[in-house]
């Protein structure tokens, strides 16, 4: 059955969006919860061998997720994600951006707008997510800095967490 889940990520460079289509084979409260609290985002959220180590979360309108993504060198990468609406269980928006560990952000590298759609399909759920860029320039550089090969294997990692939570 994995095989058959869909998996589609596509680059559009006339609206500089990604658009990230993932079936998980797991229950909507599981994908939701996967994605919207820190100690399971924390399992899943940075592409392998990396770790992501959330410092602060606060899952409502107008709160944040200070995080970082280290790597097995010890190095950090901070992110900083401020919500800016909530459907439970079908959809969260946030504002993307890079930051330092206190959640200053980095005005040299570009911010992302997410928007995260959670569809129930019984023992399936589809999450179709849009990431929009401010410009052309600004998603080419997150391509170029490896985000789709990162953010598949994080995904991935989100797949065999669900299959071992099944166990």
């Not at 500089?16 to 959220?45: C, H, I, M, R, S």
């Not at 990431?131 to 598949?152: P, S, Y």
Request: with cysteine; charged share 25%; glycine share 6%.
């Amino acid at each position: 059955m994995k095989n058959s889940l869909t998996f589609d990520f596509t680059v559009n460079k006339e609206t500089n969006t990604v658009q990230v289509q993932k079936e998980f084979a797991a229950g909507l409260d599981l994908v939701w919860d996967a994605y919207t609290k820190p100690e399971l985002l924390d399992q899943w959220w940075a592409p392998k061998p990396w770790l992501a180590k959330t410092k602060s979360m606060e899952f409502k309108v107008n709160g944040t997720r200070l995080y970082a993504m280290r790597g097995p060198e010890g190095e950090e990468h901070w992110a900083l994600a401020n919500f800016t609406s909530i459907s439970p269980k079908t959809n969260f928006r946030y504002l993307d951006a890079f930051c330092d560990n206190e959640g200053n952000i980095n005005d040299q590298l570009p911010r992302s707008e997410w928007n995260l759609d959670f569809i129930d399909k019984g023992d399936i759920t589809l999450v179709d997510i849009t990431i929009k860029h401010n410009a052309l320039a600004d998603l080419e550089k997150l391509i170029e800095m490896g985000f789709k090969e990162g953010f598949t294997i994080a995904l991935n990692g989100l797949d065999e967490l669900i299959n071992n939570w099944k166990k």
